[in-house]
């Protein structure tokens, strides 16, 4: 899944290089047993995604961490293609956060990469002592070879949107990237856009809050977060907070479009269904816009008298024209052109499937949409009892790349609900070569 340009580093010169690269044949998720009442350790799952291999859709490796209860959710790279021009730097190395444990764990991808193996565990004190931060999140590979782990918290499990550093060799926990001080109330996700000297994050909510399900109440109480963070990327100064307001309500996943000369980008906001535009302003600070709503259902016996679509992933195509995102309480994925970027049009929409779809990740050629089901195990126990029952699956959506249109394949199914362990919780989808939530092009 690399390039294979000599004297050059990992991934692909440009996202349309990219989209040019060897289709996919094996994928990576994690899979979690805690809340699911399964006394087992989290493992990496290595999936068969090659339709001409004797093992198509099947769990190919297991690899179990050495302990419970971590909560093992995203992963990064030690090296992606902001790597690209450093030809000592290789992608060889998985980081693999623990959402509630705080450990980190690095797995060699490089020895085999269809039986990974376990490199080093970063233990949580080295993050606690040395960073004052916990509950590590996003990660992202930097152009200098380091790799940066938002965070959620701090050690007593109150919200703290700081950033760790890593180094890129030793995976020793350096320091803080943001200043003394200036960590954001909440933290999830982040993206940079070094042409414009721009660093971007978002916010979940305290770890200690949302640990055990959802509660209204918290979020009257200020336990979730509604805003979005801009960082000078150059001197990691805390520059703007856009609150985006009731509309924005927990805000996770954030993407800036992948032409590295872009100025904006898209953030989904969970609560209320709806996706914002952040965009360069001509005075040069940065501003935020609704550009899609996704109405809520009016329901009786529910935690609220509407329920909101409560948008969980988004992802936007190489080439910058489509965004998808999940509808995780409704049930449904949707497909919109974005070629004009302040009016985003629905041109796709996937029916609901069972559990719900989740996190996704497209194809480097933007025509096969993988998903999963389960969000976080406290929340799948909440809102989805029978994925903590039945495990959680993986699909292929086929996308018409040339009008729109999402179509289920029917010949694509890897059941986590029959893992030898019993059934599981598999989360987010990544590939070994980079993908389109991995990668940044400097």
């Known amino acids: 899944m690399a390039s294979k340009c000599s004297g050059c580093g ?23 047993y805690r809340n699911t009442g399964v006394r087992k350790p989290d493992y990496l799952a290595t999936v068969d995604v090659d339709p001409k291999s004797p093992t198509y859709c099947k769990v190919i490796h297991r690899l179990p961490m050495p302990n419970m209860n971590d909560e093992l959710h995203h992963s990064g790279w030690n090296a992606c293609s902001s790597c690209y021009d450093d030809a000592s730097k290789k992608r060889s190395r998985l980081i693999l956060p623990s959402l509630i444990s705080s450990r980190i764990y690095v797995i060699d991808v490089d020895t085999d990469p269809r039986a990974p193996r376990l490199h080093k565990t970063v233990e949580p004190v080295e993050m606690y002592w040395k960073c004052g931060l916990a509950n590590p999140h996003t990660s992202h590979c930097l152009g200098s070879g380091q790799v940066m782990i938002s965070t959620l918290g701090d050690p007593s499990g109150n919200g703290k949107g ?39 994050s978002t916010e979940w909510g305290a770890p200690k809050i949302l640990a055990n399900g959802f509660n209204p109440a918290d979020l009257k109480d200020g336990h979730y977060g509604q805003c979005i963070h801009v960082w000078d990327w150059t001197t990691h100064k805390h520059v703007q907070t856009l609150d985006l307001g009731e509309e924005g309500a927990i805000p996770l996943e954030i993407r800036f479009l992948h032409d590295p000369a872009a100025a904006e980008g898209y953030v989904g906001c969970a609560l209320q269904g709806t996706v914002f535009r952040f965009y360069k302003t001509p005075k040069g600070d940065w501003a935020a816009e609704r550009v899609i709503k996704v109405p809520s259902k009016k329901v009786e016996g529910w935690i609220l008298p509407e329920m909101p679509s409560l948008i969980t992933d988004i992802i936007i195509s190489l080439d910058d024209r489509f965004l998808y995102f999940s509808n995780w309480l409704h049930g449904d994925i949707r497909q919109y052109d974005i070629t004009d970027r302040r009016n985003p049009r629905m041109v796709g929409q996937g029916k609901r499937i069972p559990g719900s779809p989740q996190m996704l990740q497209l194809s480097l050629d933007g025509k096969r949409l993988y998903v999963t089901t389960s969000l976080y195990s406290a929340w799948d126990k909440q809102f989805y009892p029978e994925l903590i029952k039945q495990g959680s699956v993986m699909m292929r959506i086929d996308v018409d790349t040339v009008k729109g249109g999402l179509k289920l394949n029917e010949d694509f199914l890897v059941d986590f609900g029959k893992e030898p362990d019993g059934p599981v919780l598999a989360h987010e989808i990544r590939y070994p070569g980079g993908d389109c939530t991995s990668d940044i092009w400097l």
Not at 14 to 20: C, F, G, T, V
Not at 178 to 198: I, K, S, T
């Open 10 to 32: 990992p991934g692909y010169k440009s996202p349309l290089d990219a989209m040019k690269g060897p289709r996919e044949e094996i994928v990576y998720l994690p899979c979690i």
């Open 162 to 200: 700081g950033f760790v550093l890593l180094d890129g060799e030793t995976f020793e926990v350096l320091c803080n990237w943001e200043l003394p001080g200036e960590a954001a109330p909440f933290g999830y996700d982040f993206w940079y856009q070094p042409r414009h000297n721009v660093m971007i």
